[in-house]
């Protein structure tokens, strides 16, 4: 929802509010044509945290994997090795990093 505020003598002063969010916008626009501009830009500045955050969600995902993955193919019988499917980008087991979860 956009509100105008007041008209000062070199723009409008809106407040922006999004749905769902607290947090409000106060935007001074010179021309109003820019408003569109300035709220798209504000909306697009939000969304790119949110995926940035994101994908460091999944970077930390991926690497706890790659551990548990890695672990597990050290610790396999080669019986179970030779079941797995042949991947072109299964990569060999490397080194274990870090220390290793106890085996029950």
Request: include cysteine; aromatic fraction near 4%; charged fraction near 25%.
């Amino acid at each position: 929802m956009i509100d105008v505020l007041q008209k000062p003598k070199d723009g409008c002063l809106y407040e922006i509010r999004q749905k769902g969010q607290k947090d409000t916008c106060y935007v001074v626009v010179p021309n109003p044509k820019d408003l569109v501009k300035s709220h798209l830009m504000f909306a697009v500045r939000e969304e790119v945290e949110v995926l940035k955050e994101r994908i460091a969600e999944l970077m930390e995902r991926i690497n706890q994997l790659e551990v548990e993955n890695t672990y597990l193919r050290a610790h396999a019988s080669q019986d179970t090795l030779a079941q797995l499917p042949a991947s072109a980008g299964t990569k060999p087991p490397a080194a274990p990093q870090g220390p290793q979860p106890p085996v029950s």
